[in-house]
């Protein structure tokens, strides 16, 4: 059983925006970290940001790459993580897995290409 | 950033060979690192947390070592279901970073 969904990739033109959701389950989820990692087409993994707990503080930390573009938060009654992603460029093509902190738990992940 | 320098970047191995995959850090990470196996087209997969733990479920041929900057992954004797990329990952400190990967195929 796949504890983690991703969903809402897509195609969208450079510059715009697409917001991934991850539904979890099988876990305490209002206690986990959060973290969304990508690779892209062919490519190694990258780590794109976490979010801590609710308790911790819901802070969110974010790779170089994505920071003061892309958006991390939770809803803990929905069980679910975003990833909010604006002014998105041709290199965060890529197919993103959410996971937990720990980065046990894997997903499908969901494919974002951007392109014009 | 810390900076994880795999090697090598791929291998040719024989069934029943030794592998060993070496991963170096750019800072001290101390015992912070977790080595993933990705075979193609599939998610990444948890081996080893903690430099030498071995994740629930994982093969006991698979090893992990190392402290401070220097780690390795061994595979004491490789089997076809072990042809994949391997990919270590510093959880020390953040932006974690993983290393560029080291894919093992068949000699």
């Known amino acids: 059983e796949v504890p983690l969904v991703e969903s809402g990739g897509g195609l969208v033109h450079p510059g715009g925006s697409l917001r991934l959701s991850c539904a979890a389950s099988g876990f305490t989820f209002s206690t986990a970290w959060m973290s969304w990692v990508r690779q892209a087409p062919g490519k190694g993994l990258e780590w794109v940001g976490r979010i801590k707990s609710r308790n911790d503080g819901e802070t969110t930390d974010y790779g170089a790459p994505v920071k003061g573009r892309f958006t991390i938060s939770r809803d803990d009654s929905k069980n679910t993580v975003y990833l909010q992603m604006s002014s998105l460029k041709s290199e965060d093509t890529a197919l993103y897995y959410c996971?937990?902190?720990?980065?046990?738990?894997w997903g499908r992940g969901t494919l974002v290409i951007v392109s014009s | 950033d810390i900076q994880m320098t795999q090697s090598p970047s791929s291998l040719s191995a024989s069934v029943g060979d030794r592998v060993t995959i070496t991963c170096r850090a750019s800072h001290n990470i101390n015992r912070r690192l977790n080595w993933f196996q990705q075979k193609s087209g599939r998610a990444p997969k948890l081996l080893i947390y903690a430099a030498s733990s071995l994740q629930s479920g994982v093969s006991s041929r698979f090893s992990g070592s190392g402290s401070g900057t220097d780690f390795t992954l061994s595979i004491s004797s490789l089997q076809p279901e072990d042809f994949a990329t391997y990919y270590c990952?510093?959880?020390?400190?953040?932006?974690?970073?993983f290393g560029l990967g080291t894919k093992v195929d068949i000699k």
């Open positions: 996971n937990t902190e720990d980065l046990r738990n």
């Open positions: 990952q510093q959880s020390d400190t953040v932006p974690w970073t």
